[in-house]
């Protein structure tokens, strides 16, 4: 595996009637990171999973990494807190969210999780400025949020290059994820412009074979 490259497998296109075993089956196939996609039909227009499944995950898989997306307004200090108890590794809001942005990602990493901010497609870059010393990665969402299997937006690519640009200006490195439509003909050109972590719900949890299905995507990055 190249480790430049991780690839983070969205539970929201997973069997969620037999979750832990999918998961197992997903881990088994060397997916590198668990994304747990929350939604609450305010900020998106659907409904998903909370802190007590990302509890139970945590207790079956206690080394993995766990990738908290919060797709929630607003933003406050127990939501932030019942994820990070829960298990979190990585937590990530929007930023249109909180008026509190910076105050919320060191309340992150302060709970002991990595922080992250997201950008929605058509969210300027600029809040990001003032913000790289709070930030553990940037989370671009290469899809409008909501709900699995949309078409990546080709428009994305060159925002993903603009924060690696805006970072570097700025004296500072970031790490790039990206969220939505991420397959083996869309990869490479996330790769390209700057992105290390992928997030892969279709692509991993709709193939038959997982382990083929990561095999094709780190193909598509050599
Ligand atoms: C979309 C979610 C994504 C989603 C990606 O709002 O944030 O994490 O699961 O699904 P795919 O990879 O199918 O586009
Ligand atoms: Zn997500």
Not at 48 to 64: N, Q, V
Not at 141 to 159: R, S
Request: aromatic share 8%; glycine share 8%.
């Amino acid at each position: 595996m190249d480790n430049k490259h991780l690839f983070a497998g969205s539970i929201l296109a997973a069997d969620l009637l037999d979750l832990g075993n999918d998961l197992q089956k997903a881990l088994d196939a060397k997916v590198d990171i668990i994304h747990f996609d929350v939604m609450d039909y305010h900020f998106v227009q659907n409904l998903t999973f909370g802190p007590d499944l990302l509890k139970a995950i945590r207790g079956r898989f206690p080394e993995a990494i766990l990738d908290v997306h919060l797709m929630v307004d607003p933003i406050n200090e127990k939501i932030l807190s019942d994820y990070a108890k829960a298990g979190a590794s990585m937590i990530s809001f929007h930023p249109e969210a909180t008026p509190h942005v910076d105050r919320y990602l060191s309340f992150i990493r302060e709970l002991g999780a990595k922080a992250g901010l997201v950008l929605n497609p058509g969210t300027d870059i600029g809040c990001l400025k003032y913000l790289w010393d709070r930030l553990d990665f940037v989370l671009i969402m290469t899809v409008n949020p909501g709900f699995g299997g949309q078409k990546l937006i080709p428009a994305m690519m060159q925002k993903i290059a603009d924060v690696k640009a805006l970072a570097k200006e700025c004296g500072k490195e970031i790490t790039i994820e990206v969220d939505g439509g991420v397959a083996p003909n869309t990869v490479r050109a996330c790769a390209d412009a700057g992105a290390e972590i992928f997030v892969v719900g279709s692509a991993l949890f709709n193939k038959p074979d997982y382990k083929v299905a990561l095999d094709e995507l780190h193909a598509a990055l050599k």
